[in-house]
């Protein structure tokens, strides 16, 4: 089917099935291959598999809200919306490269800002990759605000330790001073997100002078994190046994942690912007946001 033909084919949108997960992530698999291939980037999603990975845990998630879009009764896309905290996060959209550039992204698009609106979120936030123009002119069209550039950084593990910051796991006990730090930093909690990451056993905070100075999800795509300063986020980074995934998504207005990220065997693998709608505070603190916010 091509383009011209999409233009005067109907499009529908509904809620995602968790059925929809397998079809929904070969064709995510397929458009994020297309689009870094085109730009000479790695994929996001180096394997089908992946894409199926990320989209059955979001279909099936209780606070995930995902649509699809379909022409003459077969899937051409689909997006997500992270409702755990009150500003929500949106992604990933894909739309099948053979109908790409007709409108359904658009279409995608309005149906998770409707159901934000109907939610009355306070916030809305989603990260795009800087090279493809086309989603960021229509994020742009569609209100969305342009926050941040982010440098999605991977590498081997740093294995150093920051004096003075103690790293571990984290614990049930800990969510509400990472939640109360967030909120400091931030100016809305993510109580959720925390309490599932601990429970998953991928959180971890850090210590200093007594008490958690810091805290990250995972760093990762769809892990965050927040500290007090940079000396924690070093810490909580040097720590890390891995980097999944693409990376972890580094605001490249930070000069100081970019730089030592760079000196300590980190590389950008590509450029990442953030965009918002409504509440946005400019974060008081070191940080790090997730794909979704």
């Not at 306070?122 to 969305?144: C, D, E, M, N, W």
């Not at 984290?170 to 100016?187: I, Q």
């Not at 040097?238 to 998504?249: I, K, M, N, W």
């Not at 580094?250 to 990220?261: D, E």
Request: glycine letters at 10%; a negative charge.
């Amino acid at each position: 089917m091509s383009s011209t033909q999409t233009l005067s084919t109907p499009v529908s949108i509904r809620r995602a099935k968790p059925e929809d997960a397998s079809q929904c992530g070969h064709i995510g698999y397929k458009a994020f291959h297309k689009i870094n291939s085109d730009h000479n980037f790695p994929p996001e999603m180096p394997s089908p598999e992946m894409g199926v990975g990320v989209l059955t845990m979001m279909f099936s998630h209780p606070s995930f809200y995902c649509v699809v879009a379909e022409m003459e009764g077969a899937i051409v896309g689909s997006n997500c919306m992270d409702e755990r905290s009150s500003v929500a996060g949106i992604g990933p959209i894909t739309i099948d490269p053979a109908v790409q550039n007709a409108g359904i992204g658009r279409r995608l698009m309005q149906a998770v800002l409707d159901r934000a609106a109907e939610r009355g979120a306070p916030g809305i936030r989603l990260v795009q990759s800087t090279f493809h123009t086309r989603s960021l002119s229509l994020y742009a069209k569609l209100g969305f605000v342009v926050r941040e550039l982010l440098s999605v950084m991977q590498g081997p593990p740093m294995k150093v330790s920051i004096e003075g910051c103690s790293v571990r796991l984290a614990e049930a006990s800990d969510a509400a001073a990472c939640d109360h730090l967030c909120a400091a930093v931030h100016g809305f909690t993510r109580s959720n997100e925390i309490a599932e990451a601990i429970r998953q056993g991928t959180a971890t905070v850090v210590e200093r002078d007594g008490h958690i100075a810091g805290y990250t999800t995972g760093l990762n795509y769809f892990g965050h994190s927040v500290a007090e300063s940079n000396r924690e986020l070093q810490a909580l980074i040097g720590a890390a046994e891995r980097f999944d995934g693409p990376g972890f998504l580094l605001p490249a207005r930070n000069a100081s942690l970019f730089r030592w990220c760079l000196e300590n065997g980190l590389r950008v693998v590509q450029p990442c912007t953030l965009m918002t709608i409504g509440l946005y505070n400019e974060p008081a603190g070191a940080w790090i946001p997730s794909i979704l916010m």
